[in-house]
């Protein structure tokens, strides 16, 4: 796949363009685009479900089926990670975190904070209601825009949105669609359940 140049992503040294590298991961839940550059990932996109993978599908290994051979450092990273939550989900824990290279990330924002909290204090297996998400990135008042902030993550999966859910219990809505949500989290209630014993 040829690079493409990504306008005004800015980095350390200032504004400078990126040449963005694609990759696509093939998972339990479908083709996986992930885009980055070598400061780090610009985005995850999801395929939307219309049916929840059977037994085969949902055990599949995860593999890069295009772009591997243009890999960038976090595009490795990333797909290891996806590798490991889908395949061996207790190796999430040891894997760095990719890099983000994102402008959503890299500004001073509610929306940034509530990505950040969600990232660092919902884990594996666990779930949190809009409102407690907006209790702990610190307002209490805001579960409508962690609702936001939910539906503008560059990173679902990674930075865990699907891990969001009403208060009343209900899943609520998500960017891959509601069968891939269900299915995310009844993926790490599973694993989780696994490795409890």
Known sequence: MASR?????????????????????????GKLEISGCE??????????????????????GCEVCEGAEEMTEPLKQCTAWLRAYFCEPARTEQL???????????????TRQVLWTLLRDVKFGEAISYQKLADLAGNSRAARAVGGAMRSNPFPIIIPCHRVIRSSGQTGNYGGGNLMKEWLLSHEKLQKEKLAY
Not at 5 to 29: D, F, I, W
Not at 96 to 110: T, Y
């Open 96 to 110: 760095p975190v990719p890099p983000f290279h994102h402008p959503l990330l890299q500004r001073d924002s509610f």
């Open 5 to 29: 140049r990504v306008p005004k992503v800015t980095s350390k040294e200032g504004e400078s363009q990126c040449k963005e590298k694609h990759a696509v991961l093939r998972s339990p839940v």
């Open 39 to 60: 400061t780090g990932l610009h985005e995850i996109k999801l395929p939307k479900m219309s049916v929840l993978p059977n037994g085969a599908e949902a055990s599949a």
